[in-house]
């Protein structure tokens, strides 16, 4: 025998009710707590930045003068001013330009729009303040300013050594300091016909002609060393 209708009927309310108590739906959660929840900068809105912004306001170009890699570049703004003021989205060129709002080329110039989740975290971000904690993006700014060819060369103090007699000229001390350090002592420097041969081949890439090594032995002068080493600098065949 069918049951009859009422019967069905409860059973379908039952059901119903069921799903209603035993699945709780995360978005009317949400909606009920309309609480807003704090952005993120450094995973929600620096990775927008960085994927939809970043070839035109980055390290590589800045265009109109804006820079959103990093804090300093992002607060200072473009050539026509700021463009994030904290806690005011409506007033942010920045947000206008996401938005589309103002009359001007929406950003990303030329480019896939933000989605509105986007746009609202941006928004949303701008409105709480626009928080940008100082170690978050400024890794390239940091980067490049250790990149040794910005540091500005400063001669260096001469380390402290073992045997000051043995120095000949500055950079020796950085030699011998190291040796001390290994616990290691010097070679005796190189007989003249050896010295001769390296410094030739470091400075024409040929050994000394036997006149040339015989001339650099038999020279009893202090600075003979010296003069071999201008005469080989001076050689059309130095370098080559
Ligand atoms: C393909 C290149 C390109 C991309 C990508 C791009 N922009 Fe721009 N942006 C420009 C150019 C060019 C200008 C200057 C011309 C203008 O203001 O319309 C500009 C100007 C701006 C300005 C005004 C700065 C000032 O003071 O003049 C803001 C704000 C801005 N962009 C934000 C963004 C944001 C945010 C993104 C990423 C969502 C973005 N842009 C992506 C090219 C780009």
Redesign the pocket.
């Known amino acids: 025998m069918k049951p009859t209708w009422p019967i069905r009927f409860a059973a379908a309310a039952l059901a119903g009710a069921a799903l209603l108590v035993f699945v709780p739906n995360p978005r009317v959660a949400a909606f009920q707590n309309p609480e807003p929840r704090k952005v993120d900068f450094a995973t929600e809105v620096l990775p927008?930045?960085e994927k939809?912004?970043g070839?035109?306001?980055g390290p590589k170009m800045r265009?109109?003068?804006?820079r959103?890699d990093t804090k300093p570049g992002a607060f200072a703004?473009?050539?026509?001013?700021k463009?994030i003021i904290p806690g005011k989205s409506d007033e942010s060129?920045?947000y206008q330009?996401?938005a589309g709002l103002g009359g001007?080329?929406p950003?990303?110039?030329?480019?896939k729009p933000?989605d509105p989740a986007q746009v609202a975290t941006i928004k949303a971000w701008i409105d709480q303040g626009a928080e940008w904690p100082d170690n978050v993006g400024t890794q390239v700014e940091a980067a490049v300013k250790k990149h040794w060819a910005f540091i500005p060369p400063v001669r260096p103090e001469l380390p402290a050594v073992s045997n000051a007699k043995w120095i000949s000229n500055p950079i020796d001390a950085f030699i011998l300091a190291r040796l001390d350090r290994e616990q290691l002592a010097p070679s005796p420097e190189a007989d003249r016909v050896t010295l001769l041969r390296r410094l030739s081949l470091d400075l024409i890439g040929l050994p000394p002609t036997p006149a040339e090594v015989d001339a650099f032995v038999n020279d009893k002068s202090r600075d003979a060393y010296q003069k071999q080493v201008e005469r080989l600098l001076a050689s059309p065949h130095y370098g080559e």
């Open positions: 927008i930045f939809s912004c070839n035109c306001h265009m109109s003068g804006l959103l703004g473009g050539e026509n001013g463009a060129p920045l330009r996401i001007l080329i950003m990303p110039m030329g480019g933000l």
